[in-house]
């Protein structure tokens, strides 16, 4: 269960991964007051057991009918052809999911080269493609895709995970369009709407098309000077590093000596930043964390332009 940790480098490339699943699945499970065990046996398997305590919630029947409605509707977009290309079957049983019941046909692939040939056999309309893949990866399914005739204007979504977090610039020059595992249903829609038609029956409809959710932000209150005077020496001297590689242990870290600052100041805003991240950081999801490091430097301007 230690993060980074694979099976024999022999194999590594064969299974691919970066060894934080069971890190993560293990740190989740503990935050939910469970545990995680396995039983294993060389060229045999293993079998894992979660075990999360839990108790019964009734829930009022007339509130079944709501919880079970969505805002998004697939169906406002033109019926369209949609390939699923992922190697993990419940990465492609999640988006299938999301368009089911809606009048789009949905085709499966479970790696690049899959992919390739059902766009030429196909044409789907769009292609909604993961990155890390055996037999062929979504960059070189891409480059295929791209160098044919008559699939060339294919529109193509990249879907990757958190652990590719430094070559999402990359793969937002290549790609059509972009989206970080795991893929909520809002922005699901959102990605598919920017290619694919509105159906005719909702053309001339005044309902809006359904964003991701926005959050007011109150405003900061002052900085304290002598905060504001640590928080520069550490944008200047320890973020810039940070920011770039996003280490889960220095994340961490500067998550610490931001909530020392927080605590030493009484300043509400860092303490919560700080709170974030580090824990962000331990659950290994490094394109929160990432996010969270790069608005680091907004504590301070934000601060100046609302009290200059």
Same mark, same amino acid.
């Given at each position: 269960f230690n993060p980074f940790y694979q099976v024999d480098s022999r194999q590594g490339r064969h299974f691919q991964g970066t060894g934080l699943g069971l890190s993560i699945c293990n740190r989740l499970v503990e935050a939910m007051r469970g545990g995680l065990s396995v039983e294993s046996a060389p060229q045999m398997g293993s079998t894992f057991q979660v075990?999360?305590?839990?108790?019964?919630?009734?829930?009022?029947e007339a509130t079944l009918g709501d919880a079970s409605q969505s805002a998004v509707d697939f169906n406002r977009l033109s019926p369209s052809k949609i390939l699923i290309v992922d190697d993990e079957t419940l990465n492609r049983e999640l988006l299938r999911n999301y368009l089911a019941g809606s009048h789009h046909d949905v085709v499966e692939a479970e790696n690049g080269k899959q992919a390739v040939a059902l766009c030429l056999s196909l044409r789907p $309309?769009?292609?909604?493609? @993961?990155? *890390? /893949?055996?037999? /062929? @990866?979504?960059?070189?399914? &891409?480059?295929?895709? %791209?160098?044919?005739?008559?699939?060339? %204007?294919?529109?193509?979504? =990249?879907?990757?995970?958190?652990?590719?977090?430094?070559?999402? !610039?990359?793969?937002?020059? /290549?790609? $059509?369009?972009?989206? $970080?595992?795991?893929?909520? *249903? =809002?922005?699901?829609?959102?990605? &598919?709407? *920017?290619?694919?038609?509105?159906?005719? @029956?909702?053309?001339?409809?005044?309902?809006p098309i359904p964003e991701e959710t926005?959050?007011?932000?109150?405003?900061?209150?002052?900085? +304290? =000077? =002598?905060?504001?005077?640590?928080?520069?020496?550490?944008? %200047? @001297?320890?973020?810039?590093? &940070?920011?770039?590689?996003? +280490?889960?242990? !220095?994340?961490?870290?500067?998550?610490? %000596?931001?909530?020392? &600052?927080?605590? *030493?100041?009484?300043y509400p805003p860092l303490a919560k930043h700080a709170r974030d991240l580090k824990e962000a950081a331990e659950m290994m999801d490094f394109t929160e964390a990432g996010r969270l490091l790069k608005v680091f430097p907004r504590i301070l301007s934000d601060s100046r332009d609302t009290h200059d």
């Open positions: 075990d999360i305590p839990t108790h019964l919630v009734l829930i009022p $309309d769009l292609v909604l493609m @993961d990155i *890390r /893949m055996t037999a /062929m @990866d979504g960059r070189e399914a &891409l480059e295929k895709i %791209r160098n044919n005739e008559l699939t060339k %204007r294919i529109p193509l979504i =990249a879907i990757t995970a958190s652990s590719l977090l430094n070559s999402q !610039g990359e793969l937002k020059a /290549m790609f $059509d369009g972009f989206a $970080d595992k795991p893929i909520s *249903r =809002a922005k699901l829609f959102t990605e &598919l709407a *920017r290619f694919l038609p509105l159906s005719p @029956d909702y053309e001339h409809s005044t309902e926005t959050v007011f932000v109150p405003p900061t209150p002052p900085l +304290p =000077a =002598a905060l504001a005077a640590e928080l520069a020496n550490l944008q %200047r @001297d320890v973020w810039p590093d &940070l920011v770039k590689l996003v +280490p889960a242990q !220095g994340t961490m870290k500067f998550a610490d %000596r931001l909530m020392q &600052l927080a605590n *030493r100041h009484s």
